[in-house]
């Protein structure tokens, strides 16, 4: 089983709103990852986790507030967003040592 | 750093016909490299992969890609698309480190039509 399963797919959130975002794997993968994809354009690396810990961090602003209560879960908690944040959040897993990536359908975010 | 460069941002061809996807890369150390497709609102799906080995590597779809070391390409290709074919396809890189930072290409949309 090869899924990442992603909640909502679909999320409209005014500026002054707080939602989180949800992925689940349960491939036993130790690393997830969090991406933003806006249209027409490739997927831009957010965040990693490694073994449950945050090691990469590619400067995203702090209204992004990523979370992984455990090996299988991973959250991305929103807060005071701008309407240019609207765009598909993308999260995948991967296993130690192994190199490749395997996303979930993504959340597409309308912030209004 | 690496970088990938995929030169067409479109390619139009008929259902049946072979297809090729070009993918070049930069970097200064072994790397690791992808191709995942991506249909309309939908996440991305991995077709292929080269980690090591044979330099001819199969995929899902019937899709294969060819790892050419030289000329630091890893062109996608298929003898006959079909329609269901449509969509935009991402060749990515990454480096050999613990957990790997994918770096993407600008992405090529594949539009077959009968």
């Known amino acids: 089983d090869t899924e990442v399963t992603q909640t909502p797919k679909h999320l409209v959130m005014g500026m002054t709103n707080k939602k989180s975002l949800k992925c689940e794997q349960h491939?036993?993968?130790?690393?997830m990852y969090w991406y933003k994809q806006k249209a027409k354009k490739p997927p831009e690396l957010m965040f990693v986790?490694?073994?449950?810990?945050?090691?990469i961090n590619e400067s995203v602003p702090s209204r992004f507030s990523p979370e992984c209560p455990n090996s299988s879960l991973l959250n991305l908690h929103l807060h005071a967003l701008q309407p240019e944040d609207s765009a598909l959040y993308l999260c995948?897993?991967?296993?130690?040592?192994?190199?490749?990536?395997?996303f979930g359908p993504g959340t597409r975010l309308t912030v209004t | 750093a690496q970088s990938v460069t995929q030169l067409d941002s479109q390619v139009p061809v008929f259902e049946e016909a072979p297809v090729e996807l070009r993918c070049n890369y930069s970097?200064?150390?072994?790397?690791?490299l992808f191709w995942y497709v991506q249909y309309p609102n939908q996440g991305l799906q991995l077709l292929l992969k080269?980690?090591?080995?044979?330099?001819l590597v199969k995929g899902i779809n019937g899709f294969e890609a060819e790892f050419n070391k030289s000329q630091t390409s890893f062109h996608l290709r298929k003898p006959s698309v079909h329609i269901s074919d449509t969509a935009e396809y991402f060749c990515?890189?990454?480096?050999?480190?613990?957990?790997?930072?994918?770096?993407f290409g600008t992405g090529t949309r594949l539009l077959v039509s009968p």
């Open positions: 970097s200064s150390v072994s790397v690791y």
């Open positions: 080269y980690l090591s080995g044979s330099t």
């Open positions: 491939m036993g993968h130790r690393a």
């Open positions: 990515a890189v990454s480096d050999h480190t613990g957990f790997q930072k994918l770096v």
């Open positions: 986790y490694s073994y449950e810990k945050l090691s």
């Open positions: 995948a897993s991967s296993q130690s040592g192994q190199a490749e990536q395997y």
